[in-house]
């Protein structure tokens, strides 16, 4: 699975490029506020393992008006970090690496 080149975004973290991209527009559930916002990131260079993020926030697009924090780019860099201290290998080629950072969230009714 690698990301499209349009709507991604870049960022360096400790001297390597990535690229990652969130929906802009939410998924049914992740407009109902049913599930939570998540976004993509991978190597710039060499794609190759693709690391999906849950957030703990609703979309910001939700239906319902739900306040939700925008994904930042220090967000993204932190959860880089994270990933790859939890064994996150971008270059190398597999299945997605998932983390799930949605403890917290609680979906609409």
Request: a positive charge; one cysteine or more; hydrophobic letters at 35%.
């Given at each position: 699975?690698?990301?499209?080149?349009?709507?991604?975004?870049?960022?360096?973290v400790?001297?390597?490029?990535?690229?990652?991209?969130?929906?802009?527009?939410?998924?049914?559930?992740?407009?109902?506020?049913?599930?939570?916002?998540?976004?993509?990131?991978?190597?710039?260079?060499?794609?190759?393992?693709?690391?999906?993020?849950?957030?703990?926030?609703?979309?910001p697009?939700?239906?319902?008006?739900?306040?939700?924090?925008?994904?930042?780019?220090?967000?993204?860099?932190?959860?880089?970090?994270?990933?790859?201290?939890?064994?996150?290998?971008?270059?190398?080629?597999?299945?997605?690496f998932?983390?799930?950072?949605?403890?917290?969230?609680?979906?609409?009714?």
């Amino acid at each position: 699975m690698a990301l499209g080149r349009k709507g991604a975004r870049r960022i360096v973290v400790d001297g390597t490029a990535y690229r990652w991209r969130s929906r802009r527009r939410p998924t049914c559930f992740q407009a109902l506020a049913w599930t939570p916002c998540a976004f993509a990131v991978e190597h710039a260079d060499a794609p190759g393992t693709t690391l999906v993020v849950t957030t703990d926030q609703p979309h910001p697009s939700n239906w319902f008006g739900r306040e939700a924090k925008p994904v930042l780019p220090s967000d993204v860099a932190q959860t880089i970090q994270r990933a790859l201290s939890e064994g996150w290998t971008p270059t190398a080629p597999g299945s997605p690496f998932h983390l799930n950072l949605s403890t917290g969230f609680t979906p609409s009714p």
